[in-house]
């Protein structure tokens, strides 16, 4: 089993920057590819942005795309997610995901893909 805590979430004015930062903990030579997904009130549970185990490949999900910058720390087994630029639609429950896909290339987007998850922390971009 991998433990996956989040912290670093609040709120914040429009405009502002967040760091979320998740820590993995128990049997994180498992893990592969690691991502943040995000819900909103009423929507479904979306990627937001993801990187692979030796982080060479990272995905970013078009709303996000040069505001957020995904990172990840092997040795100190930590993924981060550097958030500028917030907007208000931004706002959100912000949950740290890891998979057991250990592929270089690719990296999975669906959910499901996803084997251990964080229980999330509320980002919230006033305006």
């Known amino acids: 089993q991998v433990q996956l805590v989040e912290s670093g979430g609040g709120l914040v004015q429009a405009g502002g920057s967040l760091r979320l930062a998740c820590a993995a903990s128990g049997r994180t030579f498992s893990t592969g590819t690691m991502g943040w997904f995000r819900q909103a009130p009423g929507k479904e549970r979306d990627i937001v942005a993801a990187?692979?185990?030796?982080?060479?490949?990272?995905y970013y999900a078009d709303s996000v795309k040069g505001r957020f910058t995904i990172s990840r720390d092997n040795a100190k087994n930590t993924v981060n997610l550097q958030m500028n630029s917030l907007k208000a639609e931004d706002t959100a429950v912000y949950y740290c995901?890891?998979?057991?896909?250990?592929?270089?290339?690719?990296?999975?987007?669906?959910?499901?893909?996803?084997?251990?998850w964080g229980h999330g922390t509320q980002v919230t971009v006033s305006s």
């Open positions: 990187i692979t185990r030796s982080g060479s490949t990272t």
């Open positions: 995901a890891a998979s057991t896909y250990k592929g270089v290339w690719t990296i999975p987007r669906a959910k499901d893909a996803y084997d251990y």
